[in-house]
């Protein structure tokens, strides 16, 4: 085997990622979402934040989460008071994810706190924590990338794709994500 067909076939053997006990860890937690939460009706948002602490997310008593949001580490998971996972959100929290009070992640959307770099030979892993500011809203299927942080009161539009930091009472809309106006509304705790 030549150095160069040696080269080719190592690409991807790089460390390992993960350890077993945190592989373990997320199927277990697979296996309870899926069993004890994934089919429940909303009114049971009490029961899924029980599950969620039991496995290490920080969650104010009054957050909601919906039995379909798919959430990948809870341990990495921090959820402010009022604050709102909507229906089928995916939440990739290999490094933390933070959501302030009040703010809302609308169905279908994805925050996304793990990427590979990629002028590494073997495409290891990076992952970056996503902040998510107070009265945030990101809307529909909307897309929230490593590292980003999303600003007080700002809104992220249905299917817009945020890569960068969004500047607080924003609206962003497209992809990649662009401030298309300020948001006029505020609030007496803001």
Not at 43 to 57: E, P, S
Not at 72 to 91: E, M, V
């Amino acid at each position: 085997m030549s150095v160069l067909d040696a080269e080719k076939h190592n690409a991807f053997a790089g460390s390992r990622s993960f350890t077993l006990a945190n592989i373990f860890y997320r199927v277990l937690w697979s296996i309870t979402w899926t069993a004890f939460a994934s089919w429940t009706p909303p009114q049971l948002r009490g029961w899924r934040r029980i599950l969620l602490r039991m496995f290490g997310a920080q969650v104010a008593p009054t957050a909601n989460i919906y039995g379909s949001a798919r959430i990948w580490h809870p341990a990495n998971l921090h959820i402010g008071d009022y604050a709102c996972l909507g229906p089928r959100t995916t939440i990739y929290s290999m490094a933390q994810i933070t959501l302030e009070p009040y703010s809302l992640v609308s169905q279908g959307a994805h925050l996304c706190a793990g990427t590979h770099k990629i002028e590494d030979k073997h495409f290891q892993l990076h992952a970056r924590p996503i902040h998510i500011g107070r009265r945030a809203w990101i809307a529909a299927e909307a897309f929230v990338g490593p590292g980003v942080t999303i600003g007080e009161g700002a809104v992220l539009g249905a299917r817009a794709c945020a890569m960068r930091d969004v500047e607080p009472w924003a609206v962003c809309t497209g992809n990649p994500a662009k401030k298309i106006r300020e948001r006029q509304i505020r609030f007496a705790d803001s």
